[in-house]
């Protein structure tokens, strides 16, 4: 008795054993639908989705379905990526001045973007509303720091034009609020609206 008893038990733990490998299996039924390419790390990422790049192409993934979508004009190799709840910001173009944001779930790009600077983009933050804002380096000129909320307005400059900000310390923060530092450490913060 002790015997047949031991052996249902074994063959029960081997089947919940098989029945989890195959659900971590590629084509189980659990399998996390993948967004990368198996040798490439991601551009930007946060909860919701991931930019990758592919011969110097980029897309955006979403993590939960794998769905991916292809930023329009992105370099993978020199642009720079911007992720912020379901809205995704990139740089492009031959000088890499234009900022675009688009809303990942239905492709919406609004109606503001692209938005060419005409000067070269450091880096460029997006919020979870699909506000936006970049730090730009003008030739020859003082680098500084832009914005565009979700309203339709035109583009705010949010630094002071005798100062010069160092493009890569923008910073998307809590709410609305977004940070960068001028060259002589001094921090500024912003709201977008």
């Not at 008795?1 to 590629?26: D, N, S, T, Y």
């Not at 239905?106 to 730090?135: C, M, R, S």
């Not at 005798?162 to 923060?173: A, I, K, P, Y």
Request: glycine share 10%; net charge negative.
């Amino acid at each position: 008795m002790q015997v047949h008893a031991f052996r249902r038990k074994a063959v029960v733990l081997v089947g919940i054993g098989f029945g989890a490998l195959m659900a971590l299996a590629p084509g189980g039924a659990q399998a996390r639908p993948a967004c990368g390419l198996d040798s490439s790390a991601p551009l930007a990422s946060d909860s919701y989705a991931a930019v990758y790049g592919s011969n110097d192409r980029a897309y955006v993934c979403v993590k939960a379905t794998g769905k991916r979508i292809t930023l329009k004009g992105a370099s993978a190799s020199q642009d720079h990526f911007a992720l912020g709840g379901t809205w995704v910001a990139w740089s492009s173009g031959d000088t890499h001045s234009v900022v675009n944001v688009m809303h990942i779930p239905n492709k919406a790009i609004p109606n503001q973007f692209p938005f060419d600077t005409n000067d070269h983009i450091d880096k460029l933050v997006v919020k979870p509303d699909g506000a936006a804002a970049w730090a730009a380096s003008p030739v020859g000129d003082n680098t500084y720091v832009q914005g565009m909320d979700r309203r339709n307005h035109e583009p705010d400059q949010l630094s002071d034009d005798t100062e010069d900000v160092v493009g890569s310390s923008l910073r998307s923060l809590a709410g609305h609020r977004i940070s960068w530092k001028d060259t002589d450490g001094t921090t500024h913060t912003a709201n977008l609206f």
